[in-house]
Structures are given as C-alpha cells and as structure tokens.
C-alpha cells in the first residue's frame, strides 16, 4: 500500500463539521469546490473569502513532483532547513525518456542518460521522506490517479496537469517547485480564492463521443484564457455517466484553458474506480461522507446563483472534435474539420498519430481505440500514418498487455512507447526525412503550442480523442470523417469503421508485476544526497541577492516579446530538459522562443552595449557582466503554458529585474514573485507600445511599495525624450517580503533559523 489512508480518514472525519461551518458563514448552500476549499484553510476563518480577490492560505493534503520539476524543487527543498516533508509527497520520473525506438530500448537508453538525476531524485526522496516512482513507473498524474488523488482531497503538483486528479473529486493544482518546497516545508501555501465556473451535463455520450470531446468542445467555448483564476466543476446527470477516467481526462485539459482546476463530484463511477485500484477503503471512508463531496442539492436546481459563470452541454448532441493547430482552442467538431483542413492550407495527410499519455490512456481509452485498429485488421484496411501508443503507467500497461490490447496495436504496426511523456513533452527523436516540410500530426495529449512535440515548426499537431486519433491514423489523412465517410481496403471495397467500443474498467482487475514504487527510509538522517560538484545537470543553489533598497534605474530593455509568449517560449522544453536541476546551464534557453516585436525574429536582441544583435541569453550575460540589470516587457498571457518556475528563475539568475506584460498566467506570476521578481502589468495597455527598443528603463516608487498601489516606469528613450506611466502589480505584504528579501526561500529559510 503506498496511499495513506489514515490520512485520508482524518480529513474525513473533520469534513462534515468544516463543511457545516463554512455553511453557516457563507450562509447560503456550498459548491463542491466551496466545500473542498474551505475545509483545507491552513487556519480558520471567521469570514468568508471573496473570489477572485482574496489571497488565501491552504494546507493542501499531498505533493507531487515530476522528474523534471522535482530536481529544482528539491533543491531549492534541501536549502530550507526541514529533515522531513511535512506532507506526503512523491517524486515520479517520467519526462526524462525519450521516445525513439520503443519503450524497452527507450528506457534502457533514459537509465543510462539520465542516471545522475534519477540517483539525486531516488536519494533525496529516500532522505526527506518522499515516495520515489522510478522511470518506467509511468506519468506522475496517470500514477497520481492510481494511487493517491482522493475524492474530497487537495493537492499541489509541481507539473501543469496535476488537476488530472479533479477526476476523482480532488482539488488539485499545477504549481511551481517553489509552491512545493512551502509545502512539504509545513508552511501555508497561498492562492487566490478562484471564481467558479459551473459546467452543466445533460444528456449520455454515445458512439464515436468520449469524454475527451467534452473538454475540447469547452475549450472552443472559453479559449486558453478564459479558465484563468477559476475552478471549473463539472455537474449534473451527464457528469455521473461516464468514467472516472474520463473525468480525469477533462480535468486534466482544464490546463489549457488556464483554469486553476477542475473538479467532479464524487459518484459511483470514482466509487468503481477507487475499488479496481486497490482502495476499497477509500471508497467506503468516501461514501460515508458522501453528501459532502457533492455540491448541495440547491446549487444543481439554480447554479448561476451560486458559479460566476455557468455552460450547459447536452452530452446527447456532442460531436467528436478536433482541436489545432498550434493551439488547443481552436476547436473544430469532426463534422466541420475537413473543411478546416482545405480552407486553410493544412496538410493533409497525417504522418504520424500517437495516442496515450497522462491525458488520455485509460483502459477504457486504449480498449476503444484497440477496437478500432482490430477493425483495421478484420477489415482489410490497416494504418496509413505511424502509429505510437504511450500507457499512462505500468499497471495500465502490463493490464493491457495481458488482455491482448498492446498485440492488435502490434499487429497495425504500432509502437509501444515507454510509459512516460516523450512525444508530449518533445522527448521524442522523430524520424522525419525533411524537418522544414509542413507536415501534420495528431495526439490523444493535450497541449499542441508549435514545436511541442517534435520541435519542429514546420510541424501541424491536433488534439483529439485517442479513438478519433486511431481512426484518422487508419485513413491516413486529416479529411477523413469516420462517422460519415468510407475507406477503400486492399481488396478495393469500400467499407465504413463500426463505432468503438471499450471496456470502462478491465474486466479481469488491474494487474501489475512491479509497479516501480521505492519507499522512502524509515530514517533519513544518514542518506547521502548525491550530487556531483562536476556534474553538467544538476548544481546546488546559491541564494538570490536580496533588493537594494531604491528603486530601480538604467534597466535595459532584454526583450520586448510580441505575441503568445508561453513558459515553452521563455524555457524551452525538449533538449533542455536535461538542465532542469542545473539552473546556469537551463539558463541558455531563456527567451530563446520569444519573438522580439522589434525585428519580429526569435532569439534575436539588440545588445545595447555593442549595438549588435545576438541571442536573448548572451545579450542578457553581457548586462550582468557590466553590472546592468533589465526588463522583459510582453503580450497578453505571458507565462502561459506550463507551471515550470525556471521560466521564472532563468531572468532571475541571469539580471533580469522586472516583466513588464499586458497580462500574466497565473502560476507564472506567481511563480515570478516567489523567486522575488518584480511582475508588473501595464495599467493603460497602450502603453506597451511606448517601449522602444533602446530605452533605458527606471521603476519608480519601490520604497513605498505595498498592496494595491502602482509603481511608476519612465522610459527614458534614445533620442532624449521619455515617457512616463504607471504599472500594475498584485502583490500583498507577504509577497513584497519575498521580493525585498530576493526571494521566498530566503523568507523560510529565516524562519527556519530562528
Ligand atoms: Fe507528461 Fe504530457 Fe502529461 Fe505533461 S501533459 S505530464 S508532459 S504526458
């Protein structure tokens, strides 16, 4: 048993009271979120929060960690004085392995790579009390679902998608390694309250309809912003009548709509799936305090009086969708794409379709998408673009593999990848003969942003459903319609694929011979932490200066980003992803994918001290070296993407002392403020065009700095003239502290020390 379910009985047995309190504040009956949300307050509150404004601080139940992530994490966690997490927590290794030749080959090759991060990772989860997933274990939120997510729940993951967790009821949420070490160091960890945004199922899916078409039908509907500082929950009949894992599969996409989580009622089907996982005690201890893991039954009879924003989909009438390219709200049903395809020029053929991933590899999603290329098979038709399977984790993989799954796959000629992100994350050496060629792919994953997968811009990726993945890799093109149109087989007949069908849960059980788990020393005290003073990958860190005390002046302007600027703009994921634990050497790809508005090239800057242009780091390395800092000005939505804090950390290292944006991703600004960097917006939007690409730069009125007042920024411009205007900011008192102190670790360590 790796849970803890001691754990979860004591959250149990105080929610009824903390539900019945929070009631009785609120004075009105709760959402689910509501009901989560307060029961987990670090200290009680006598008054109610207001969503939307007030910073709250939480105790969430659990922490988790990816390979990736883990390494800052727990590096920034050694430097904080603790001999133990003060949570449970768990360490899964599952972005380092690159996908080339199949899972075997592709692992063996990550052991060996990567060795000295996983034997950092597996020592000082063995020293400070963390579980270990070993590579090869699988993807931290497809393992999170299987072990330890829990209706009722709150948890904090260092990875984007941890709101995958939703799918069991769980209040889980994508956070920077930072948020993580103030955790697992006992501290508060602090949000702002979110708003909630209801989503109302009717009707049943059937057919060619799965949950998957649910979150991209939403996304189309609310666009990569419109989630931003909210909760999502899903309700009524429709939201009790599919999977558990299917729940998960929305909550995790809820990410791409920027919401803070998602979230589903506890019901029968998380019931189902906590027993098949080997937590019958979990689903009695849940059912037993069943009705407050649901919204009251007033907030499903009226649910504008109770969400900031309500959406009504009829499950009845879903069509399958396609969502793509370059962004995963540009949502298009099945019915309209091929269309799509045509007017805009994309490439049709498909090249290459890979299903699976921590979004989408359900034993329910792997049987229906086995189903159809058994279909492939019976019907003469085979696959026409490459086809990859990644299993979320060992247990779904070695279950699929008992039940013959993985050897129909074998037989269209797919790949089984290692269970691990590659290909999601960009860990993947695609063979491709031209890498300039437009090309398209499709995947069962969840984020498509250009160069996300293979690196490669020339490169269209879609976001579907794996059982529309499976069929359009049958067809071999993006124009093929499988609830309407034909395909020609090898004796020339035109024949039609039957609807998939799938198993929700295996019918035999999960099985698994080693699921890759290593418990963490009783005792830690004399585990070493091993890491190399030579080592290319992994560096101890030393603490952030603390602010000077003026205010700021003579700041270069770095970069001025024009458009999307996501956290795979400022860190590039792919091959930087070895540096992760290495924070001068990840340091080469700052801002590497931002194009500059001035020349509208990527990592192109003028370095004003030689008047020449060349990349973003070295222009950035040269101000250091004379002393200078800089600012970053960008778009709207800057940081959007994933919850990396080195896309924070990297302008922090290398001098950077403000990001001047027309608006932030949350857990990127946050993200900023933790490593104790001033993140600014402009108050007049206008104002971003003012920034001239010689300007020196002054931010005014730091000496008075507190919360909900506006600092001043003066560009001072080349030609003698200036222009002055006031900037925005949403820190409170405890996050000015940690920008005067240079950082949120130098305030705990501090604490620490005392
Ligand atoms: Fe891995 Fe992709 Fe899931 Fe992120 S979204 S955890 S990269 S599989």
């Not at 998608?161 to 994508?174: D, E, F, Q, R």
């Not at 708003?195 to 049943?204: H, M």
Request: hydrophobic share 40%; aromatic share 8%; charged share 20%.
């Amino acid at each position: 048993m790796v849970f803890d379910i001691d754990m979860i009985k004591g959250v149990y047995a105080a929610l009824p009271g903390k539900v019945e309190a929070t009631r009785k504040m609120l004075g009105r009956p709760l959402t689910l979120a509501e009901k989560i949300l307060y029961a987990h307050l670090f200290a009680p509150t006598a008054t109610p929060y207001e969503r939307g404004k007030s910073y709250v601080e939480f105790a969430p139940d659990r922490v988790a960690m990816q390979d990736a992530t883990a390494q800052m994490a727990l590096l920034q966690f050694m430097t904080c004085g603790r001999d133990k997490v003060a949570v449970p927590s768990t360490v899964h290794c599952d972005h380092l392995i690159q996908a080339e030749n199949g899972a075997a080959k592709d692992l063996a090759a990550a052991n060996n790579t990567n060795k000295e991060v996983y034997d950092f990772l597996s020592s000082i989860s063995d020293k400070y009390g963390i579980g270990f997933w070993k590579p090869g274990a699988g993807i931290i939120h497809q393992v999170v679902l299987e072990n330890y997510a829990f209706p009722g729940g709150m948890m904090i993951g260092t990875d984007s998608h941890t709101p995958n967790a939703g799918g069991l009821g769980m209040i889980a949420i994508g956070v920077g390694g930072a948020d993580a070490v103030d955790v697992m160091a006992g501290l508060p960890w602090e949000l702002k309250m979110p708003k909630l945004i209801g989503v109302k199922l009717t009707g049943k899916m059937s057919g060619w309809t799965s949950a998957k078409d649910i979150i991209l039908k939403v996304a189309g509907i609310l666009t990569v912003k419109g989630g931003t500082g909210c909760i999502v929950e899903y309700f009524g009949e429709g939201a009790d009548s599919f999977s558990a894992t299917g729940k998960a599969t929305i909550c995790n996409m809820g990410a791409e709509i920027g919401a803070t989580c998602s979230l589903f009622g506890y019901d029968e089907k998380m019931g189902d799936y906590l027993k098949l996982t080997s937590r019958a005690d979990v689903a009695a201890a849940a059912d037993a305090v069943k009705e407050h893991l649901r919204p009251d039954a007033e907030v499903y009879a009226d649910p504008a009086k109770y969400y900031d924003q309500v959406i009504e989909i009829n499950l009845d009438e879903l069509e399958p969708y396609v969502n793509g390219p370059f962004t995963p709200d540009l949502a298009w049903p099945i019915s309209k794409f091929a269309q799509a395809v045509k007017e805009n020029n994309w490439p049709e053929k498909l090249e290459v379709a890979l299903i699976g991933s921590c979004t989408n590899s359900s034993y329910e999603d792997i049987s229906r998408s086995a189903s159809l290329a058994q279909q492939a098979i019976d019907k003469g038709l085979g696959m026409k673009s490459e086809y990859t399977i990644t299993p979320g984790s060992e247990l779904v993989r070695y279950t699929i593999e008992r039940d013959g799954l993985l050897n129909t796959f074998a037989q269209v000629g797919g790949v089984v990848l290692a269970n691990a992100c590659g290909p999601c994350i960009g860990q993947w050496a695609r063979h491709i003969d031209d890498p300039n060629r437009k090309n398209s792919i499709i995947t069962s994953f969840n984020r498509n942003f250009a160069k996300r997968n293979d690196g490669l811009a020339s490169t269209h990726a879609f976001v579907a459903s794996p059982e529309i993945v499976t069929a359009l890799a049958i067809a071999g093109s993006l124009t093929f319609n499988p609830l309407t149109d034909t395909l020609k087989n090898k004796n020339g007949e035109d024949v039609k694929l039957d609807e998939p069908k799938g198993f929700e849960l295996p019918v035999k059980g999960f099985a698994v011979e080693d699921a890759g788990y290593q418990a963490p020393a009783a005792d830690g005290s004399n585990v070493q932490v091993i890491v190399s003073p030579e080592s290319q990958r992994l560096q101890l860190l030393a603490p952030f200066a603390a602010w000077e005390g003026t205010d700021l002046k003579g700041l270069k302007l770095l970069i001025k980003a024009k458009g999307k600027c996501t956290t795979d703009h400022i860190s590039m994921a792919g091959p930087w992803l070895k540096f992760r634990g290495h924070l001068d050497n990840i340091s080469n790809n700052m801002l590497i994918g931002a194009v500059n508005a001035f020349n509208d090239k990527t990592d192109t800057v003028k370095n004003e001290l030689t008047g020449e242009y060349g990349a973003v780091p070295a222009t950035m390395r040269a101000y250091k070296a004379a002393g200078l800092g800089a600012v970053v000005v960008g778009d709207e939505n800057y940081g959007e993407g994933s919850s990396r804090e080195h896309a924070a950390m990297e302008p922090r290292h290398l001098g950077v002392r403000a990001i001047l944006v027309k608006s932030f991703a949350r857990i990127h600004e946050t993200n900023l403020k933790k490593q104790g960097m001033l993140a600014l917006t402009f108050a007049n939007k206008e104002d971003y065009d003012k920034v001239q690409e010689d300007d020196n730069i002054d931010i005014l009125g730091l000496t008075s700095f507190v919360p909900g007042s506006q600092l001043t920024v003066v560009l001072n411009h080349k030609d003698g003239s200036k222009d002055e205007f006031a900037v925005n900011h949403t820190y409170n008192e405890q996050q000015i502290q940690w920008f005067k102190a240079g950082g949120a670790l130098n305030v705990i360590r501090a604490e620490f020390a005392k």
